[in-house]
Structure formats: structure tokens, C-alpha cells
């Protein structure tokens, strides 16, 4: 197998800390993807990406300060319609921002607290774009995404962490699950035919209590819910009562999890804070964490990296080739790594030299698997990739 890589010097002065490609969907036959990030000097920036036929080329098309450093950013497909903003901003000091597809500010809400993750969807039933923000002011809120209207929300004890959204095909209902810093994993539900605009449209299904601030969530196709939390155990709920099907101890943080309905199986990370040594080193400290893979019914342990394998995850993406789902894990300690889900093996590893901070997947194919990854570095904090499967 052999790989294709180049990293783009003259693209992002800065470092990237959060980026997301706007048109994935419409690349895998003409070679071409639009990329939205955001750096941590305070520029959000918009750029184009085509293959030569060896490599990705890559240009700025436009750049913007954003007056604080942005953690997380979404995108709606842009042609959905004129009028509706495309990429989407969580910042550090709290404030949410929506900007055009040419980079001109849409609308924007100031929140009490750093917003660090986020959803931007389409809705299943109406088709209306939305945004769905958990903050650590407290609130999970749902938003109109063309107008930045308030559609619904919940308030917790504590501030709110993460928040994903999914369609339950088979029972034809629209599910939130979020969770936050008072330790509880809250699962909501709207059916067909009702609109996002209807007042108290997510009742609430049942919620369940960590002994720790919950990380991540990941809903299956029949609506069962993975969670971690920092206590390090990931765990399992069924999703009519929200009663645990098993659950598994990580030996530290248990940091992020995701549901492969391909292998029916969920995938967790537990989490070390590395330390950077000193003198301008780009080396860490700290005890690697795992990567485990359950089977989802059973809860058997199917496989887990071991320590020594250095595989302390900070962010992923995942992808079905051939009918095989696979893992795109970036590392602290530089590692692009792609995973095999079903047997955890490496396929191939990159090795970067720099943290990397955020990733996607950009197409797949049965040949290849494209990959645009920020590393903490600047410049030359962006990296493409082409991996021959």
C-alpha cells in the first residue's frame, strides 16, 4: 500500500484548531472539496482543494478575523439555498457565529460560556437546516440555522458538553442525546410528521447518571445509545428506558466513543493529557491511552490496542469501503492512523511529527481513502492525504 501526503505551507499562518469540508459529497468524481477553518489567532478562512492527478492542490479563496479563537465549526452544504449560512462558529468566548458561503456574517448569539462542539444538520422530517449547541452556560439549544431563532432547548445542573442527533429509520423518530458536566446522559425524541418549530417538540425519553462529566455519545440505527464519561467506563443504554446493556472500565479518561452500525459494534478511546517536553521538542509524556471495540448486543470485548501502541486518540473520523468500516484516528503523538474496525488492525500510519488537532475524510472509494488533518503547528498546519487501500 502506499500514501500520497503533502502539507500546505502557505495556506494557514497560524494553527488550525477546528476544520470541516463543506462539500463532501460532491468529490469523489471530479476531484475537488471546499475546506472552512478556523486558527487560533482568530481567522476563520474558506479554501478550494483539486487533485493534479499526484496530489492535492490547495487555495485560499478567503479569510476573515473572528475576534477570538474558534474550538469547534460545522457546515451545511452549500446550493441547499442562497439565503442560508454554510459554516457555523462555537468560540471560546462564547460567542456563535453564522457566515455566508462567501464569508459574510449571517447572524450570531452571545452565550455565557465556551461552546466546544456542535451539530449542524438538515432536519429529517421538514428538511430545514439546524443547529444544535451544547454550552457550558448550562443550555442545550436548538436553533433555526437560516435565521438563528430559537426553536427548543433544555437547562441542566451544569454546563452541557456534547450533543448528537440521529433518525431512527425503523421507529420513524428523530432523536438528541446530550450530556454535560452534571454527570447525566439525556435522551430526547420527536416523531414524523411534527416540526422542529412545534413548542416542546423533544420531550425528554429518560436520562441516566455517570459518576463523572460525560465526553462523548453516539447514537445506533435502532436508537441505542454508547456513552464515556471521565469516570473511564463506556456504557451501553437501550433505548426505550435508557437501562445499561453492559458497560466497560477504561483504565483513564474514557474520552470518545462511536457506534459502527456496519459491525454492530462500538468503538471507545480512553485519554492521557500528554505533556510536551521542553526546549522546542515536538515530543510527549504521558501513558498512552487505548482504542477498545465491543460487540454492541453482547458487549464481548472483540479487540483493544495495547499502551505501547501509542494510541492516544484526539480525534477521528470513520468510513464504510467496501462494505468494512474504518478508523481515521489522529493522535497526540502525530500518528494519522487508519484502523480496521472489525479486528483493530493498523492498515497504515502516517507519521506527522505534530499533534494533530482535528481531521475528516474527505471521499472514499474502494481504491483510497482521501484525509485533510490540522496539526498543532504553524505554519503548514494543514495536511492532505491520499491512502491506496
Avoid at 140 to 163: C, P
Avoid at 185 to 197: C, D, I, K, L, Q
Avoid at 223 to 249: C, H, M, N, P, W
Avoid at 266 to 277: T, W
Amino acid at each position: 500500500m502506499k500514501t500520497t501526503h503533502s502539507v500546505h505551507e502557505d495556506l494557514a499562518m497560524g494553527e488550525v484548531s477546528a476544520l470541516r469540508v463543506l462539500d463532501r459529497d460532491g468529490n469523489k468524481e471530479n476531484g475537488l472539496f471546499h475546506l472552512a477553518t478556523a486558527e487560533k489567532r482568530g481567522i476563520l478562512s474558506k479554501m478550494r482543494f483539486s487533485w493534479n492527478g499526484k496530489e492535492w492542490d490547495g487555495n485560499l479563496e478567503w479569510d476573515r478575523k473572528i475576534g477570538s479563537p474558534a474550538w469547534s465549526i460545522e457546515t451545511i452544504p452549500s446550493g441547499l439555498d442562497s439565503n442560508t449560512p454554510t459554516i457555523f462558529t462555537g468560540r471560546e468566548d462564547g460567542h456563535f457565529h453564522a457566515y455566508m458561503d462567501d464569508g459574510m456574517p449571517a447572524w450570531s448569539h452571545s452565550f455565557d460560556a465556551t461552546i466546544s462542539s456542535f451539530s449542524a444538520y438538515i432536519d429529517p422530517f421538514t428538511n430545514d437546516p439546524l443547529v444544535l449547541i451544547p454550552s457550558i452556560d448550562r443550555t442545550l439549544r436548538l436553533l433555526d440555522a437560516k435565521t438563528g431563532r430559537y426553536l427548543w432547548g433544555d437547562t441542566f445542573a451544569s454546563g452541557v458538553n456534547i450533543a448528537t442527533e440521529r433518525l431512527i429509520q425503523s421507529e420513524l423518530v428523530h432523536m438528541i442525546v446530550a450530556g454535560g458536566n452534571d454527570n447525566t446522559v439525556r435522551a430526547y425524541e420527536r416523531p414524523a410528521r411534527t416540526s422542529p418549530r412545534e413548542k416542546n417538540m423533544y420531550p425528554m425519553k429518560w436520562f441516566y447518571k455517570f459518576e463523572s462529566y460525560v465526553r462523548d455519545a453516539s447514537i445506533a440505527n435502532d436508537g441505542t445509545i454508547a456513552a464515556v464519561a471521565d469516570d473511564g467506563f463506556l456504557k451501553v443504554l437501550e433505548r426505550d428506558q435508557g437501562e445499561i446493556r453492559f458497560s466497560y472500565e477504561h483504565g483513564s479518561f474514557a474520552w470518545k466513543c462511536h457506534v459502527s452500525d456496519t459491525n454492530n459494534s462500538v468503538i471507545s478511546s480512553s485519554f492521557q493529557v500528554p505533556v510536551r517536553l521542553g526546549n522546542g521538542s515536538n515530543e510527549y509524556l504521558g501513558n498512552p491511552g487505548i482504542v477498545a471495540c465491543h460487540d454492541l448486543e453482547s458487549g464481548e470485548l472483540l479487540w483493544e490496542t495495547a499502551p505501547g501502541d501509542g494510541i492516544n486518540v484526539n480525534c477521528w473520523d470513520f468510513a464504510t469501503v467496501a462494505g468494512k468500516s474504518i478508523a481515521c484516528l489522529g493522535t497526540t503523538r502525530g500518528d494519522i492512523l487508519l484502523l480496521l474496525v472489525a479486528n483493530g488492525k493498523p492498515m497504515q500510519r502516517i507519521e506527522t511529527g505534530s499533534l494533530i488537532n482535528a481531521l475528516e475524510i474527505v471521499s472514499c472509494t474502494n481504491d483510497f481513502l482521501d484525509v485533510i488533518a490540522a496539526l498543532e503547528r504553524s505554519p503548514g498546519s494543514i495536511i492532505t492525504c491520499r491512502l491506496h487501500l
